[in-house]
């Protein structure tokens, strides 16, 4: 098609229905369209350029259209694009496995390939209940998840979600879940006046948050098969960086209890936090891990659920016994996506982004707190690696929210298109979800952007 401006969007608005989008926001108003992206700018239609400041939803982690990734589909596509995996396997697939292994501890050593974040949690799921049902623990069929987590917008992922604004209208369609609080050190009722100069992996509590879960686990442990949550970082549900501490004491109190622990690194692996995976931190292994977005550097769909040989044993059996874990999608291990996978693999282990980043991130998360921490609608700052996020409210004293009707981030988000960067809110939280290409003079040039359109906005918003 060639492009004209008027035509996609005549055609888009007419035909087009765009994911977590009230679609009557855009009937009189344009969203950027976008034509072509690199490193970490994007190029709209009319020549503008637009910093990629969430990584394309999380996903981008080298930069768009890196020569070596883009080197890796060009070649693939002149050897194989496409083979069911049920009963074939291929060398593109053994390869991820291969290299991605080197990055993870030994105990995660079966693979199962899907398509997405959501599907990788589904599976996850399925496993961890089936695995009691083989094993004849017919009662373990519950889970534990926690208040802000989020992992997927499919029924199951639905289930373990606890951000009530997506998830509560579907409720009768979900299965019923133990909801442990999230460690939410700002809006911890313990700790009231705690600074945001947070330094994350500092325990400076008790863990009330843990007592809660521990007490689900006492009193039910024998329904419950698995609690899920994310890694140092509730990022859907407000980029809630938590301390170490908490997902080493919630893993001791798994063990304790015989609950499977179910991690998702959809958003945090492949680097984002500072380091490959977020679990490192915490010194800690799951039962099962669920990976997607960064796996194949950000471009092309592809998940993995990861687990232990102690689960996959469960499994495996005569075919008659009924054993068999019954789960597929037709682009299981796709190999155009696992030699895109493969090359950003590759990339992490031949060029070391995480080493040469750390100046980068030290100066984002200074400037950051140099930037906003005297702002008077800033009630936190968090950061974790290349995610950092502001928590903006009405009232710093009490933590008072804005009214939702102000719509302040969604405001934020409208300016900031205008103003050549992508500022998407979560809510009242403003976040960067910076990929680790990005250089100190791109960190300055985005924060100092950022801090321009959401004091405008707020300005505005306090005059009228
Ligand atoms: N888990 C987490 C932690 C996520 O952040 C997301 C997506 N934002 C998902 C699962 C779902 O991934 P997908 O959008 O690829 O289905």
């Given at each position: 098609m060639k492009w004209d401006k008027r035509k996609i969007l005549e055609i888009d608005r007419k035909h087009i229905w765009h994911p977590f989008t009230q679609m009557k926001d855009y009937e009189d108003r344009d969203p950027p369209v976008i034509v072509e992206a690199q490193g970490v700018k994007f190029r709209t239609i009319e020549g503008r350029e637009l910093y990629d400041t969430i990584s394309s939803w999380w996903t981008n982690?080298?930069?768009?259209?890196?020569p070596l990734l883009n080197e890796a589909i060009r070649e693939q596509l002149t050897r194989l694009d496409h083979v069911n995996f049920s009963g074939f396997t291929h060398p593109y697939a053994v390869e991820v496995i291969e290299r991605l292994r080197r990055f993870l501890p030994p105990e995660l050593s079966r693979f199962f390939f899907s398509d997405n974040g959501s599907t990788a949690v589904e599976v996850a799921l399925k496993m961890a209940f089936q695995f009691w049902q083989n094993r004849g623990?017919?009662?373990?069929t519950r889970f534990v998840c926690l208040e802000n987590g989020y992992h997927g917008d499919t029924i199951g992922a639905v289930s373990v979600g606890g951000v009530d604004l997506f998830f509560k209208l579907y409720k009768p369609l979900t299965f019923k879940t133990f909801r442990a609080p999230a460690p939410y050190c700002y809006r911890c009722p313990e700790n009231l006046d705690r600074n945001f100069t947070l330094e994350a992996s500092k325990p400076s509590c008790n863990f009330r948050c843990l007592e809660e879960l521990e007490k689900i686990f006492k009193e039910y442990h024998e329904e419950i098969c698995a609690v899920i949550v994310e890694p140092r970082l509730l990022a859907a549900g407000g980029m809630i960086v938590y301390p170490a501490e908490y997902l080493r004491g919630l893993i001791e109190l798994a063990r304790r209890y015989e609950v499977l622990t179910i991690f998702d690194e959809v958003a945090t692996g492949f680097g984002r936090t500072g380091t490959m995976f977020a679990m490192e931190q915490a010194g800690v292994v799951p039962d099962i891990l669920c990976l997607a977005k960064g796996l194949t550097g950000g471009v092309l769909p592809m998940a993995l659920t990861v687990t232990t040989e102690r689960i996959f044993q469960a499994f495996y059996a005569d075919y008659l016994e009924g054993k068999t874990f019954y789960h597929g999608h037709s682009f299981t291990a796709n190999p155009i996506c696992c030699s895109v996978a493969i090359a950003n693999l590759k990339l992490f282990e031949d060029e070391k982004p995480l080493e040469k980043g750390r100046e980068v991130r030290n100066y984002f998360h200074r400037r950051l707190v140099e930037l906003f921490s005297d702002r008077p609608y800033v009630g936190d700052i968090r950061y974790l690696g290349y995610v950092g996020a502001v928590e903006l409210v009405a009232d710093r004293k009490t933590k008072k929210p804005f009214p939702?009707?102000?719509r302040v981030g969604f405001r934020i988000y409208m300016t900031s298109l205008e103003r050549g960067l992508v500022l998407r809110p979560l809510g009242d939280v403003i976040y960067w979800f910076l990929?680790?290409?990005?250089t100190k003079e791109e960190v300055e040039e985005i924060l100092t952007q950022s801090l321009a359109v959401i004091e405008e906005v707020v300005t505005d918003l306090s005059a009228g």
């Open positions: 982690v080298h930069g768009h259209l890196h623990f017919t009662r373990r939702p009707e102000k990929p680790l290409c990005v």
